[in-house]
């Protein structure tokens, strides 16, 4: 005992090395890493400015096709319809749905899969970061970015409207479709969690998110050549998730009632349930791919 009190005392340095060397515990239960998110900003930075503008371009554009279409025709319309129109325009620029999905899938390769691939988690997670951290890094940073992009572009579509009378009505419309557009980022994430190749990641995230666009596409396009009840294709609305943001269900947000014509995914837009229900949907749907992506990040064996 005296020879170990001896020794320690003798070797002050040995206990200092370890200290410094082992973890701090403070790291060991850290739930964010501020330098992960950073680097994830950065490294989705340009497609993220790229996508942003021409989607904020296209929603400039919407209040303006509208006013002017509107001046030539003589035609004056309530302000609900009018933010209606704008919508169905913004909505049915097939590209600023088609720029969101592209920027979700690849930014959301970038943070986990990508890395996986290329061999650099093995490093990340050599630091004292546990693999829960990374994956509440990676929630938080696709959670907040896409913030960000429907925040700016709810805020042109108001400032180019120029009519603020139905800022809550236009908030609870644009929430719909960042809710929509989260729910495609944790589905994504679910894949990037699971497969240790961009590939098969790259397979099965654009499959999914573009069989809910084109299921939405087809029926949108077919409703308008049939009468109603008479669209053979009528069931499409009822398999794509992309049905929750259809012209019914924000019609009914600003208390207008779409034309039996060309309505797009009009689901019985006069019951407010059906509303309630597509928020619910759309709240559950990134809950559970969330969860259960970083149940499988942090469980599966990760190639070194």
């Given at each position: 005992?005296?020879?170990?009190?001896?020794?320690?005392?003798?070797?002050?340095?040995?206990?200092?090395?370890?200290?410094?060397?082992?973890?701090?515990?403070?790291?060991?239960?850290?739930?964010?890493?501020?330098?992960?998110?950073?680097?994830?900003?950065?490294?989705?930075?340009?497609?993220?400015?790229?996508?942003?503008?021409?989607?904020?371009?296209?929603?400039?554009?919407?209040?303006?096709?509208?006013?002017?279409?509107?001046?030539?025709l003589g035609v004056s319309l309530p302000i609900n319809a009018t933010y209606y129109i704008?919508?169905?325009?913004?909505?049915?620029?097939?590209?600023?749905?088609?720029?969101?999905?592209?920027?979700?899938?690849?930014?959301?390769?970038?943070?986990?899969?990508?890395?996986?691939?290329?061999?650099?988690?093995?490093?990340?997670?050599?630091?004292?970061?546990?693999?829960?951290?990374?994956?509440?890094?990676?929630?938080?940073?696709?959670?907040?970015?896409?913030?960000?992009?429907?925040?700016?572009?709810?805020?042109?579509?108001?400032?180019?409207?120029?009519?603020?009378?139905?800022?809550?009505?236009?908030?609870?419309?644009?929430?719909?479709?960042?809710?929509?557009?989260?729910?495609?980022?944790?589905?994504?994430?679910?894949?990037?969690?699971?497969?240790?190749?961009?590939?098969?990641?790259?397979?099965?995230?654009?499959?999914?998110?573009?069989?809910?666009?084109?299921?939405?596409?087809?029926?949108?396009?077919?409703?308008?050549?049939?009468?109603?009840?008479?669209?053979?294709?009528e069931f499409l609305k009822y398999i794509s998730l992309q049905s929750l943001i259809g012209?019914?269900?924000?019609?009914?947000?600003?208390?207008?009632?779409?034309?039996?014509?060309?309505?797009?995914?009009?689901?019985?837009?006069?019951?407010?349930?059906?509303?309630?229900?597509?928020?619910?949907?759309?709240?559950?749907?990134?809950?559970?791919?969330?969860?259960?992506?970083?149940?499988?990040?942090?469980?599966?064996?990760?190639?070194?």
């Amino acid at each position: 005992m005296a020879a170990n009190k001896k020794q320690i005392k003798l070797n002050p340095n040995i206990t200092k090395a370890v200290k410094l060397s082992a973890p701090k515990q403070a790291d060991r239960l850290q739930i964010f890493n501020f330098t992960l998110y950073k680097s994830y900003f950065f490294a989705n930075l340009k497609v993220c400015l790229i996508m942003g503008l021409f989607i904020w371009a296209l929603t400039v554009l919407a209040p303006v096709i509208s006013k002017n279409a509107f001046s030539a025709l003589g035609v004056s319309l309530p302000i609900n319809a009018t933010y209606y129109i704008e919508f169905s325009i913004i909505n049915q620029m097939i590209i600023t749905t088609i720029l969101y999905i592209c920027f979700i899938v690849f930014a959301t390769n970038n943070i986990l899969c990508a890395q996986v691939d290329r061999g650099s988690m093995a490093y990340t997670l050599s630091a004292p970061i546990k693999r829960t951290t990374v994956t509440n890094t990676a929630i938080l940073y696709l959670a907040s970015i896409l913030f960000v992009m429907f925040t700016i572009q709810m805020f042109l579509h108001l400032i180019f409207n120029g009519n603020y009378s139905l800022f809550g009505q236009v908030l609870a419309v644009y929430l719909l479709n960042y809710l929509y557009f989260l729910s495609l980022a944790a589905i994504c994430f679910l894949f990037s969690c699971y497969f240790n190749l961009s590939k098969y990641y790259f397979a099965c995230a654009l499959g999914i998110c573009f069989y809910f666009f084109m299921t939405y596409f087809v029926h949108y396009v077919t409703n308008s050549l049939y009468a109603a009840g008479e669209n053979p294709f009528e069931f499409l609305k009822y398999i794509s998730l992309q049905s929750l943001i259809g012209n019914g269900i924000f019609g009914y947000i600003l208390g207008v009632q779409p034309g039996p014509g060309g309505s797009g995914v009009d689901f019985v837009s006069s019951d407010q349930w059906v509303v309630i229900c597509a928020y619910i949907v759309l709240i559950l749907v990134p809950i559970g791919g969330f969860i259960g992506g970083s149940f499988l990040f942090k469980n599966k064996d990760l190639p070194l």
